[in-house]
């Protein structure tokens, strides 16, 4: 992977939760190549987290795979000992587990009397609550409970940086994905409350908010079983301008400019769309 630009995290320690996902492990790599030794924090799957870790210690840097769950405090604070013990004490926070189920997602989008009848199909009323909490925990208590073991290393260490992954669904919900849009508006909102606390202990904290990427999680609402296009990718295209899905190197630009301090010192609380022009397009 090439760097747009390449700040120098050496002697930093960074922590990127989910760091084995399509997203994630960009994000590892990003800022194992400026220096940083990196722990790759997944719940279930350590040996993609490992093969990330392994990459990145076999181009001379420093990388560990750490089970955590972040949904779990106990398990959190078990990863911050481990990280602490083999790395040091963490100087960049990346919250990028998150995701959506199938099971919080909606087959209309528009309430179709024809499809709340049908036992076969889901609508809005047959949307398992445990399936809603679930979803709103995995974002939004999956930021939080990081955040509150990690950044108090941080709050010794004016300088260090929180990252939030938010969505462009927190600006604007999609249909279908009532959930997962409601719980990265939440994220957004809670980047924001996250920053002016911090602000006067010299921890910035900021979001990114991507656009459509397809990605394992999203797949089944962007393409049909036979693996074309679904009748929503191309309504998904129609409102980018930029006609494509999103990359995920092309996140790392943000990404590395909201990190550095010599860049973005002066930046906190804000939420930072990648998305190829779809908030700015009106569809006509």
Known sequence: MKLPFQPDFRDKVAVVTGGSGVLGAVFVRAVGMCGAKVAVLVDRNLTGAQLVADEINAGGGTAIAVTANVLEKESMEAAHKEVLEKLGPCDILINGAGGNNPRATTDDEFYSKEIDLDPAKKSFFDLEPDAFHFVFGLNLMGTLLPTQVFARDMVER???????????????????????????????????????????????????????????????????????????????????????????????????????????????????????????????
């Open 158 to 284: 004016p300088g260090s940086v929180i990252l939030n992954i938010s969505s462009m669904n927190s600006f604007a919900p999609l249909t279908k994905i009532p959930a997962y849009s409601a719980a990265k508006a939440a994220v957004s909102n809670f980047t924001k409350w996250l920053a002016v606390y911090f602000a006067k202990s010299g921890v910035r904290v900021n979001a990114i908010a991507p656009g459509f990427f397809s990605t394992a999680q999203n797949a089944a609402l962007l393409f049909n079983p036979d693996g074309t296009p679904a009748a929503r990718t191309a309504k998904i295209l129609g409102g980018t301008p930029m006609g494509r899905f999103g990359e995920p190197e092309d996140l790392v630009g943000t990404l590395l400019w909201l990190l550095d301090n010599a860049s973005s010192g002066f930046v906190t609380g804000v939420v930072v769309p990648v998305d190829g022009g779809f908030s700015a397009y009106g569809g006509v």
